[in-house]
């Protein structure tokens, strides 16, 4: 808005189309300068002259009915006619369309993915919850677009897991906690795999026939499958996520046998050891394991062929990989090989990855049980929030959704607030304080500017402010008023960028921006004031301060609790 109206206004004084303008328009570095600035750098050049000079010309010459220029070095500053301009913005934003810029392009987003037979650890929180903050931005935007839960219900761990249980399981303590005593098995396995060395290759063995289809041991993986995809979708229920498509990697098993003849046929498979491989010694990487020496396929393997299926048959013209640093080098073998294969999309393949995340100081292993479990931590969160909503506002109706609202939004908003690539030390306290960047500030603020409107409407006269509203001067709004109406004006582009970075950390620092200065305006100024005109034009800021503050959060993924 206020740059494309920058740039309208400079299009007469500048050789340069609006939308270079626009690209070149700056936000000056303090609010009494101006409300947007642009930098005359670029016409120096072009004119031969200094900066300075160029800006003192232009400034000079500058007339317009609503905007005023002034050079401050290299510079001109724009300020706005707030009078003029207020009931513009809030006409703009009060009708917001979200261009569909996405419209008829295909997403996939593989997002969660957990492993089965395993505890949901806080580890793939974070695919989770980054997944569907940017499964939404995209949705948003127009894209077609598709999430898909690449379930790790298939591989070598499932023959560990069988094998353990044929020596040591109990069916008693497995029907009381099916993950726990999965878990427990698969920690047994490894400890007594360390002296017994006949265990690996039993556990090789029953990979081996349930790859077979061996009837035994597809019953004991269907078992396996069940009991955990039960415990996940406890967790996303809780969590508010759900998927297009749950299709974990044991679906692409008959989708294999093509991608190696393939390989084959191209003459991309060279033996090692025994194993099948692709030698990626030109790119400066290991190589690709495609067939182990027993025959069996392996992650990358399934990967290949799950690629190969979500731009062949879903359609995907970009496909995103929602999924932990570690696996870094995973992803590159895997979309060098398809470009080896000839598939010139592996270059729309993006492995979307992210930092480590410890939870108050520890770190996560499967491996030695040492983990920390999700719905552990969910939990936590949600008896803490409601404990510090008991003490700040215990006659507060539905205190429990609140708590669950808070304590989940927490959590959330604690892992999108960092860049994605980022290690994550999460702390809940820190996560769940109401000052501060915390979800729970977000949320707070949001019912704030709730309640005030509440207020405000039981006064009479406050019908929305409109375009033919005669204003009693330009400060109906206060400065801080104003600067927040500017900032809302921002959405879009924070959108944007956002998307281009796969980044929701973008939304979620727009959402703290936000709120900080809708708490500055409702500080500074009275907003339910006896004036009608200003009352009127400082509720249309709270409820447009409200909307923007709920859509980013619904962005997000986390609850926005009307009362707190
Ligand atoms: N199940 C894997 C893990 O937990 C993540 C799968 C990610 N997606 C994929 N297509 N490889 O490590």
Redesign the pocket.
Known sequence: MLQQWAADALKTYVPLEADQIMGLLEIPPSAQMGDIAFPCFMLAKQFRKAPQEVAKDIAGSFSHPAITAEAAGPYINLKFDRAHYIPLIMDELATENIPDTGKGRKIVI?MS???IAKPFGIG?LRSTVIGAAIYNMYKLAGYDVVSVN?L?DWGTQFGKQIAAYKRWGDDNAISEDPIGESLKLYVRFHEEAAEDETLEPEAREWFRKLEAGDEEARRLWAFFVEVSLKEFNRMYKRLNVSFDYTLGESFYNDKMQPVVESLKEKGLLEESDGALVVRLDDEGMPPCLILKKDGTTIYPTR?LA?AIYRHDVMEGERLL?V?GNEQKLHFQQVFSVLRKMGMDWADSCIHVSFGLMKFEGKKMSTRRGKIVVLETVLDEAVARALAIINEKNPDLENKEQVANAVGIGAIIFGDLKNHRLNEVDFSLEEALSFEGETGPYVQYTYARTQSVLTKGAAMAGTAGITANSALPGSDVLGDSGWELLKLLTRFQEQLQRGLRNHEPSVLARYALDVAQSFNQFYNKERIVTDEDQVRSARLNLTRLAGLSLSRTMQLLGIGTPERM
């Open positions: 593989d993915s957990p492993n793939h690449h790790g990967d799950t990989y999924v």
